[in-house]
């Protein structure tokens, strides 16, 4: 399987193997079952036998500092990894905080976020001469998410290059001792700058507690969290740590995969990316399309089969460890007709990009918001949009058979055809 194209893989093993067993590289001689068939990744995903918390993980993997036993993360005790009951509360709570409304609401700030950096895109390509080409990943998909998410959290946007380095550690597992130590000390500058954190929004809290405008809605997702947890459940500070952690990696970082896999997608189907600037009401269903063309989270975090589990035939012993392609499920042929094909047109949306049941992402509707005005501005704003590298001269990012996001590391583009010539 190649990580630029690991598709026709995943066609094979759909037709040969769908339920396959391997020990991928680094993984200490355990196996791994990859599930690759949508109905069996979609049922999978809504199945309890098949838990998230790491007291279910062999022992191998708690050796190799992938998971600790009690759930706990270098960055605090992530809802990622909880199973009901503790999930059940973790995300009650963070719904309360992490409103459709409040979310609605960001709307406009994102326009004026994407406005701003598209200036900054056209400037620099002029002052270049287009001679370069202009990376989109740095100039666009990775500033407007993260910019948002901070802005959501009370974070000062100055901090980004600090999560963006905190997060890349952290997304990755590490298979190695080099990688287990840069994902430790990652987790422990996330955590305490996460403590200190909330430990200034709280004191504000309490400032504002007789303020009631100000306790009708808070105005970061820190405050919210905060005035939630005291008045409906008593959490760990940890767990506190955790689900702010969760947002910030996840917030960002999905979306970052949305913009530079989707954008790349147009660019390599021009007829497409011409459809969509003479269609511009197609943008909410083109946006689905590319979520399902290539998916920005490749696999579904791990599960662990805690007792035998039938999955599509095949018997999964108790104690294996399972992956959930969801990738390969979103270009499954029985579910998605031509599903190989990018089709802006497509009306039939049930991918599983955000994945399913219980664990589907809270922040899909952020994520799909932010994708659809980056999206939609760059093919408005700059109609002759070229790749200014050979496809398969790009760089694709993967952390290895345990993680779970894909996406470009760089994409350069160049903004009209008659630049860099």
């Not at 459709?100 to 620099?124: F, H, K, N």
């Not at 200190?196 to 309490?206: K, N």
């Not at 975090?301 to 390969?328: C, H, K, N, Q, W």
């Not at 049941?357 to 501005?377: K, T």
Request: some cysteine; glycine content about 8%.
């Amino acid at each position: 399987m190649t990580i630029m194209d690991p598709y026709p893989t995943y066609a094979h093993l759909r037709t040969e193997a769908p339920v396959y067993r391997y020990t991928p590289d680094g993984m200490a001689g355990g196996d791994l079952w990859l599930v690759t068939r949508y109905a069996d990744v979609r049922a999978a995903l809504a199945d309890p036998r098949l838990a998230k918390h790491p007291r279910h993980a062999p022992r191998r993997l708690l050796d190799l500092g992938v998971f600790t036993a009690d759930g706990a993360g270098p960055a605090g005790v992530s809802m990622l990894f909880a199973d009901p009951p503790d999930h059940t509360r973790l995300r009650r709570l963070v719904t309360r905080a992490f409103t459709r409304r409040r979310v609605a609401a960001l709307r406009p700030r994102i326009e004026q976020i994407t406005d701003t950096l598209l200036a900054e895109i056209a400037q620099a390509e002029i002052a270049q001469n287009g001679r370069a080409g202009i990376d989109l990943i740095a100039a666009l998909a990775f500033p407007l998410p993260i910019t948002v998410i901070c802005e959501l959290l009370g974070v000062p946007v100055a901090d980004r290059e600090d999560f963006r380095e905190w997060s890349r550690a952290l997304i990755s597992p590490p298979l190695t001792d080099a990688g287990r130590a840069v994902r430790e000390q990652a987790g422990r500058s996330l955590a305490g700058y996460i403590r200190d954190l909330i430990a200034v929004t709280r004191q504000v809290v309490v400032d504002a507690a007789d303020d009631a405008a100000a306790a009708d809605e808070q105005p970061d997702l820190v405050s919210a969290l905060i005035v939630a947890a005291d008045e409906h459940d008593q959490l760990s500070e940890d767990e506190i740590v955790g689900m702010i952690n969760l947002l910030l990696v996840a917030g960002h970082e999905t979306t970052v995969n949305l913009i530079g896999n989707g954008m790349l997608a147009l660019l390599r189907h021009p007829d497409q990316a011409a459809l969509l600037r003479a269609r511009p009401e197609l943008l909410p269903t083109a946006v689905e399309e590319l979520l399902r063309y290539d998916s920005p989270v490749e696999r579904a975090t791990i599960r662990f089969a805690t007792e035998d589990v039938d999955i599509g035939g095949t018997t999964v012993p108790a104690g294996s460890v399972v992956s959930l392609a969801l990738a390969s499920a979103n270009h499954d042929p029985t579910r998605f007709r031509d599903g190989a094909h990018l089709d802006i047109t497509r009306t039939d949306h049930g991918h599983v990009a955000f994945g399913h049941g219980i664990h589907h992402c809270l922040g899909a509707p952020l994520a799909r918001l932010e994708g659809e005005i980056a999206i939609g501005a760059l093919v408005r704003r700059f109609p002759d949009l070229t790749l200014a590298v050979p496809p398969d001269a790009l760089r694709r990012q993967c952390g290895g058979p345990l993680s779970t996001l894909r996406g470009v590391a760089e994409l350069p583009v160049r903004l009209s055809r008659g630049t860099g010539r």
